[in-house]
Structure formats: structure tokens, C-alpha cells
């Protein structure tokens, strides 16, 4: 009964502040427009890559069989110049940008460095290979993808 006063009164609520304080930080972009953002960015940056690196570069779709290894290699790097431009000159993808999203570092909420660019990538990498990693957000409560905890970085509505 004590505890119903002191609710009603509005004591106790020394508690409920720092609650507060603690759910007043950064929150991400929705999980659907994420997935949207990266959608837009593989069809308007890797598939062109893709067909550049595999007709252009190598020659023929055979080529590019004969030395996967070469081929892929090509593609990453590329890839992975294109986005850490992004990412890093311009803190957002065409498809991040498509979306009306931003990248930022979660505690100065500013543009991400260099580093955190490139933790970033490969650990998007590293989420998408291990598949398991993809559904992290799913389980978490804060939405934060395995990429976005291990760069303290998160992506935000602009």
C-alpha cells in the first residue's frame, strides 16, 4: 500500500528519471528502412561493380569463374573504397541518402573516422557471412546491429 502512495504522490520518481535519461540517448532508424538503404546500395553500387569487374575487367563470365579468387578480390576492394568514401567523407550511401538516414558515431554524434569506417565494414562483412549475426537486431532491444556495436557507430534518421 505504501508503495501505491508514494506512486500516486509522485515520490520515488528519483528512479524513473535515470530510466529515463538512460532511453534519452541516440535512437537508430527503423530496422525496414535500413534494410531498404542496403538494398538500394547493392543495386546501385555492387551489381554495377559486379557486371564492371566481370565483363570489363576479366574479360567474360568464364574468366571470372576460371579465377574467382582474382574476381572477388577486385570486387571487395572497390566496394569497399566506394562505401568507406561514403561512409566517411559524406556520412551516408546514396541509398542511406535515398532514405533520408545518416551514419554517425553513437557518442560524439558526429561523422565517423576513418577507423570506425573501416571496423564498420568489415564487420558488415563478417555479420553477413555468419549468418546467425544478421538476426541480432531482432533479439536485441535496442535495434543495434553487430556492425553498429562493434564500430560505435549507428545509423539515424537525418
Known sequence: ????????????????????????????????????????????????????????????????????????????????????????????TPGLKAYQLKIVDVTSKTKISLIQSLIRYSATLFAVVSFFLIFLPFIRKDKKTFQDIVSNTIIIPE
Not at 553500387?45 to 574476381?71: C, H, N, Q, W
Open 1 to 92: 500500500m505504501a508503495r501505491w502512495r508514494d506512486t500516486k504522490n509522485n515520490r520515488g520518481n528519483q528512479k524513473n528519471t535515470t530510466i529515463k535519461e538512460d532511453h534519452n540517448q541516440i535512437e537508430s532508424s527503423s530496422l525496414s528502412s535500413r534494410l531498404r538503404a542496403f538494398l538500394t546500395d547493392t543495386f546501385l553500387i555492387t551489381t554495377p561493380i559486379l557486371y564492371i569487374v566481370i565483363y570489363l575487367v576479366m574479360g567474360s563470365g568464364e574468366a571470372f569463374s576460371e579465377d574467382r579468387i582474382k574476381g572477388w578480390s577486385i570486387i571487395l576492394i572497390i566496394h569497399l573504397l566506394l562505401i568507406i568514401f561514403f561512409w566517411f567523407v559524406k556520412g551516408q
